[in-house]
């Protein structure tokens, strides 16, 4: 059986996957007639212009299209971030050069709100650490006690999509919602049984659980710190001596790691769980040393179902762009 790859109502485009993309998507571009070439790029080859012969470039968090990146790409008129954040992408000099930017701000909010609960769930009954010990030959039953969510205030860093569905599925576990988000009015979160706050401070001295849901900018840049976690109280509402835990499941960076790493081992913060790190893959930090802490990959989106989502929104955005290039031609 031969497929064509000749599409007679549009120009072929040439895309770049720097990062990875769901293999159905991939085939829905070749089936248009578009070329794919999936390779990741070094910071040295996109500099010296790896892109500079597409068309289009689809990346994920691993490739960062600097300014310099973008000066050097040649034809390029279209990038792609399969996922949420575009912090790795240099949006000003982008627009300067009439370069389009997409995201696909939707498609993994699911998986990440459950990959947040997840992270709440193992922190508190001390999943990881008990996991861990059995492969030791330990039998700590009696060292494991932990705590229920319910009845305790969780406090939400940035209230977009995700924060909301971590929100919605909190509330039904029992736990007292409060959140922090500059940019919404402070009644937003009422629909939701959530609490806004107009101070983020305000949140680190209610709520013995924390959770990121932000983006990183200089704003937020370290936005968790020794000053905040020392602002935590350790007994909930229901006057449970639950300790504090922090939660990051948003951007590397906005959680100053060698604070909580200090905190964890002065006894100042109880346990925390981190998706993104400051500097990944973050293979030798310190903190997968200590057991009160446990870690995932920046795994966020990487279910079955989001990563099919994020393909077929991506593949949506570059169709509907690379036609509107063959028809301007």
Not at 273 to 297: C, K, M, R, S, W
């Amino acid at each position: 059986m031969f497929i064509s790859l000749v599409c007679t109502h549009h120009n072929v485009g040439r895309v770049a996957v720097t990062d990875g993309m769901d293999s159905g998507s991939v085939s829905k571009l070749i089936n248009e007639g578009h070329e794919v070439v999936e390779e990741h790029y070094s910071k040295e080859e996109l500099v010296a212009g790896a892109l500079s012969s597409f068309d289009a470039v689809v990346v994920r968090s691993a490739t960062k299209i600097t300014s310099e990146v973008i000066s050097n790409s040649g034809g390029l008129s279209f990038i792609g971030r399969a996922g949420v954040g575009v912090d790795n992408i240099d949006i000003e000099a982008a627009k300067e050069l009439g370069i389009v930017v997409c995201n696909t701000p939707g498609s993994s909010t699911n998986s990440v709100v459950e990959l947040t609960i997840g992270h709440l769930l193992a922190s508190c009954r001390h999943i990881p650490r008990g996991d861990r010990g059995l492969r030791e030959g330990l039998w700590e039953k009696k060292k494991l006690e932990g705590s229920e969510l319910s009845g305790k205030r969780l406090g939400l860093v940035g209230f977009g999509r995700i924060a909301q569905g971590v929100a919605a599925i909190a509330a039904t576990l029992g736990m007292e919602c409060h959140a922090y988000d500059p940019y919404l009015p402070t009644n937003f979160a009422k629909r939701f049984d959530c609490t806004m706050h107009g101070d983020v401070d305000a949140l680190f001295r209610l709520c013995t659980h924390i959770s990121i849901h932000c983006n990183l900018t200089d704003e937020t840049y370290h936005l968790v710190n020794q000053e905040r976690i020392s602002m935590m109280p350790t007994t909930s509402p229901n006057g449970i001596n639950c300790g504090n835990h922090i939660i990051n499941c948003a951007r590397g960076g906005i959680v100053d790691e060698e604070a909580v790493l200090a905190a964890l081992e002065s006894g100042g913060l109880t346990s925390s769980a981190l998706d993104v790190f400051e500097i990944e893959p973050a293979i030798g930090n310190p903190l997968l040393q200590h057991p009160n802490f446990h870690g995932t990959p920046h795994i966020g989106a990487a279910t079955l179902e989001a990563q099919a989502r994020i393909g077929d929104e991506m593949v949506a955005l570059l169709l509907e762009h690379l036609d509107g290039m063959s028809s301007d031609a």
